[in-house]
């Protein structure tokens, strides 16, 4: 059996897609600034896109996390870390 990842079978996609989500946000912001000075509905238009990637970005973000944490109780990493084992 193969690793998948932590996200499953389509996990390297799901990251790629998640990823470029992050970045659409973080430019969509950077873009505000610039847009403010031309024209407002632009910059309204480009602020809710990135606050709409961030959005799914971090509950994805928050999913993994939540699976890693699930993932080191269940093999009691923490415990065999302070252990030294």
């Given at each position: 059996?193969?690793?998948?990842?932590?996200?499953?079978?389509?996990?390297?996609?799901?990251?790629?897609?998640?990823?470029?989500?992050?970045?659409?946000?973080?430019?969509?912001?950077?873009?505000?600034?610039?847009?403010?000075?031309?024209?407002?509905?632009?910059?309204?238009?480009?602020?809710?896109?990135?606050?709409?990637?961030?959005?799914?970005?971090?509950?994805?973000?928050?999913?993994?996390?939540d699976?890693?944490?699930?993932?080191?109780?269940?093999?009691?990493?923490?415990?065999?870390?302070?252990?030294?084992?």
């Open positions: 059996m193969s690793y998948k990842g932590i996200g499953g079978k389509y996990s390297v996609v799901l990251s790629w897609l998640f990823f470029v989500l992050g970045i659409i946000g973080a430019i969509g912001l950077r873009f505000v600034l610039i847009l403010q000075n031309f024209n407002p509905i632009f910059a309204k238009v480009s602020w809710y896109i990135a606050m709409g990637a961030f959005v799914f970005f971090y509950c994805y973000r928050f999913i993994i996390e699976k890693r944490r699930k993932i080191i109780i269940e093999n009691n990493i923490k415990e065999k870390i302070d252990r030294g084992t």
